[in-house]
């Protein structure tokens, strides 16, 4: 597999984003992109969205304020 393959092959749906917290009334969990998070819809959450991140990158702006050095 090329690199630019890798890239592609990556899921970028709700259940991989580092956005997604668990809670609300369904399975599907919250979505904290917004400053209240709001309930992910069934029709998104294998999707995803343009505001997808990195589960990783979530932990460091949220340990660290997004600052490593
Ligand atoms: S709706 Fe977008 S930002 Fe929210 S959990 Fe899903 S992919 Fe992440």
Redesign the pocket.
């Known amino acids: 597999m090329q690199p630019k393959d890798q890239k592609k092959s990556k899921t970028?749906?709700?259940w991989d984003?580092?956005?997604?917290k668990k809670g609300g009334v369904n399975a599907f969990?919250l979505?904290?992109?917004w400053d209240e998070p709001k309930e992910?819809p069934s029709n998104?959450?294998d999707k995803?969205?343009?505001?997808?991140?990195d589960e990783h990158v979530q932990y460091i702006i949220e340990k660290y304020n997004g600052k490593l050095i």
């Open positions: 970028h749906n709700c984003c580092g956005l997604r969990g979505c904290a992109w992910i998104i959450v995803g969205c343009k505001f997808w991140r």
